[in-house]
């Protein structure tokens, strides 16, 4: 059997279905639909075999043994509901699959809000309401097609609305998320109504007005019309104010992760870069041609081995000059130097003198530079109190 011509005759056939076939046809278009808005885990082929029973349990059917034929269906007429379930809105490449499904959905939810009404009505409805969210749609993409069984039978019409009803809740999620995919793929904000109000029947058949009444009638809704169009801009102008600054904000939140993500890992390099420095130094201090100094150091605190102390202390400032680091006598050692009481930050000093104005010291250790930038300054030992 070929795919493209399956219809739900073939399904009604293959099952074996004799009786109440109108019914069974809305439980099962009910049934596949919903079906792809079900959040359990699974792909839609194991949504639909696991919750078949419970849910069409009362027609006796063995799924597990007609499934091809019901697999071979759904390609062919719910194929957009498995793409949907299987790999996400967004995998639907074709748009008039998109409209498929919110035409659908639309047109259940609408039947659930409204008694006895006909197909031409329900069109009519969803094209206007179509055109007041700026959906230029054409009127063939209005495809009803599949819910022709609702209205060929006005005795079952209300047995198949009250299973309708009886899964609203999914039906309007199911609707929900079709809008909300629509308005990603336009860009819009889109409301859709249910219930339909038809106006001119009522005032035909309940109001007598006058030629002038009527006349200011008219006059009131164009101004109204002119109104809700003024402000339908205003919307859309708002809107797409909104969605600047949102796209602005994602932009900007990117860039703060990516910045955030970059002083991490400058914060990690100068990390590994200390302690590679830190090992570098141990290492050429402790190099052969260095002298081994901190072994030579070690033993002579251990009174293990005699060492040549001039002999590691002149290895040791050598190690440091090659690192950059090197003792500087701006001033020379042994220098008398005063002390002011703002200058004192430039020595370091033997003890705490901020409170004393003028004093005296000598200089007995050298500046400290790392290549030419003074790290540590002169130190003077302070005379006297």
């Given at each position: 059997m070929n795919n493209i011509t399956i219809g739900i005759r073939d399904v009604i056939r293959e099952f074996d279905i004799t009786k109440n076939k109108i019914e069974f046809t809305n439980d099962l278009n009910i049934f596949l639909n919903i079906s792809a808005f079900n959040e359990s885990r699974g792909e839609y082929y194991d949504i639909i075999k696991s919750n078949f029973n419970d849910y069409m349990g009362k027609w006796e059917i063995d799924i597990n043994n007609k499934f091809l034929i019901?697999?071979?269906?759904?390609?062919?007429?719910?194929?957009?509901?498995?793409?949907?379930?299987?790999?996400g809105f967004e995998m639907i490449k074709s748009e008039k699959f998109i409209i498929s499904m919110l035409v659908e959905l639309y047109a259940m939810n609408i039947i659930m809000d409204n008694e006895n009404i006909s197909k031409q009505e329900i069109s009519k409805f969803i094209q206007s309401e179509l055109e007041l969210n700026d959906l230029k749609i054409p009127a063939k993409d209005i495809i009803l097609n599949d819910l022709d069984y609702y209205f060929k039978d006005k005795k079952l019409m209300s047995?198949?609305?009250?299973?309708?009803?009886?899964?609203?809740?999914?039906?309007?999620?199911?609707?929900?998320?079709?809008?909300?995919?629509?308005?990603?793929?336009?860009?819009?904000?889109?409301?859709?109504?249910?219930?339909?109000?038809?106006?001119?029947?009522?005032?035909?058949?309940?109001?007598?007005?006058?030629?002038?009444?009527?006349?200011?009638?008219?006059?009131?809704?164009?101004k109204l019309k002119q109104e809700i169009e003024k402000l339908k801009k205003e919307i859309d102008i708002t809107n797409n104010i909104i969605n600047e600054h949102m796209d602005k904000e994602i932009?900007?939140?990117?860039?703060?992760?990516?910045?955030?993500?970059?002083?991490?890992?400058?914060?990690?390099?100068?990390?590994?870069?200390?302690?590679?420095?830190?090992?570098?130094?141990?290492?050429?201090?402790?190099?052969?041609?260095?002298?081994?100094?901190?072994?030579?150091?070690?033993?002579?605190?251990?009174?293990?081995?005699?060492?040549?102390?001039?002999?590691?202390?002149?290895?040791f400032f050598n190690v440091f000059r090659q690192m950059g680091i090197s003792p500087r006598e701006t001033i020379k050692l042994g220098s008398s130097v005063s002390i002011e009481e703002y200058s004192f930050y430039n020595y370091r000093l033997n003890k705490d003198i901020s409170d004393i104005k003028l004093c005296e010291g000598k200089v007995i250790y050298p500046s400290w530079f790392y290549n030419s930038t003074e790290i540590l300054k002169p130190y003077v030992n302070v005379k006297g109190e």
């Open positions: 019901l697999s071979k269906y759904i390609k062919c007429r719910k194929l957009p509901y498995k793409i949907a379930k299987d790999e047995l198949c609305r009250e299973n309708i009803i009886k899964n609203g809740k999914a039906l309007k999620n199911a609707l929900e998320k079709t809008v909300k995919e629509f308005e990603r793929r336009k860009k819009i904000k889109i409301n859709l109504e249910t219930k339909i109000i038809n106006n001119e029947i009522e005032n035909k058949e309940n109001v007598i007005i006058s030629e002038g009444h009527n006349e200011l009638i008219i006059k009131e809704n164009l932009h900007l939140q990117n860039e703060i992760s990516k910045l955030q993500k970059d002083n991490i890992d400058l914060l990690n390099h100068g990390k590994s870069q200390y302690e590679k420095a830190l090992v570098d130094l141990v290492k050429n201090m402790n190099d052969d041609t260095n002298g081994n100094l901190l072994d030579r150091l070690y033993c002579y605190c251990k009174g293990d081995k005699e060492q040549n102390l001039m002999f590691i202390a002149t290895n």
